[in-house]
């Protein structure tokens, strides 16, 4: 029973380019979280997604992120126009139910930005 | 969203020793919370749920105080592998997103 898989699992991405992270969730869940985690920092919620529709965005900035998750195939977190500051671990995690049940994360990508 | 504060530690202790972690947060009518562990550039895991009647897994053991609105974690007999990163979960309560701990640190020594 596979868990909850990220890929890539390291990124570098140079200054102004696009990263694209992808997460599938594990085998019959819903219900997909994204988080960001820069060093020595607590989690930090960015978006929840149900299929084919954003929950909740509000820990997302607003400019250049994106997330979606659609009917077919993984979740989706798009940052355009990467930039220093974009640097960090971002870790997707799924449940089977909304906030009330447990999530089961997947192993991050580190995304380095040069 | 809720606040949830957890000591960031470090809880230093030598191999045996029993050691104990609280996390407060505001206002939360959830039936469950959740402890989580971190390594080191690790993904969290879950390490046990906390219900209303608490919760014992080995030498583990969870416990909610909901009119002190605090969760607590004791571990037994700590172990050189328990070092790691504790978080506290405070599930949404109808506001779908739950709200993660900043977490506290054990360093378990020989």
């Known amino acids: 029973n596979a868990g909850v898989m990220q890929n890539p699992r390291h990124l570098v991405r140079r200054r102004g380019q696009e990263a694209r992270l992808r997460c599938s969730p594990m085998?019959?869940?819903?219900?997909v979280y994204w988080y960001r985690q820069l060093p020595e920092e607590g989690l930090k919620f960015m978006v929840y997604?149900?299929?084919?529709?954003?929950?909740?965005e509000s820990g997302m900035p607003k400019e250049r992120f994106s997330a979606e998750f659609p009917k077919e195939g993984p979740s989706i977190l798009r940052i355009q126009q990467v930039v220093r500051g974009d640097s960090a671990a971002y870790f997707c995690?799924?449940?089977?139910?909304?906030?009330?049940?447990?999530?089961?994360f997947g192993p991050g990508t580190r995304l380095t930005v040069t | 969203r809720k606040e949830v504060e957890q000591d960031p530690g470090p809880f230093n202790v030598p191999e045996g020793a029993t050691v104990a972690f609280n996390c407060t947060y505001s206002?939360?009518?959830?039936?469950?919370f959740f402890w989580y562990r971190q390594d080191c550039r690790k993904e969290p895991k879950l390490l046990m749920s906390?219900?209303?009647s608490g919760n014992e897994d080995g030498r583990f053991t969870a416990q909610l105080n909901r009119a002190s609105q605090y969760i607590s974690l004791l571990i037994r007999d700590s172990k050189l592998s328990d070092s790691a990163t504790y978080l506290c979960?405070?599930?949404?309560?109808?506001?779908?997103?739950?709200?993660f701990g900043r977490g506290t640190s054990l360093i378990v020594h020989p």
């Open positions: 997604l149900q299929k084919e529709n954003i929950i909740d």
């Open positions: 979960v405070v599930p949404g309560g109808g506001s779908y997103i739950p709200t």
């Open positions: 906390v219900y209303s």
């Open positions: 085998k019959g869940h819903s219900h």
């Open positions: 206002n939360s009518a959830s039936q469950s």
């Open positions: 995690a799924s449940s089977g139910r909304t906030g009330e049940d447990e999530q089961y």
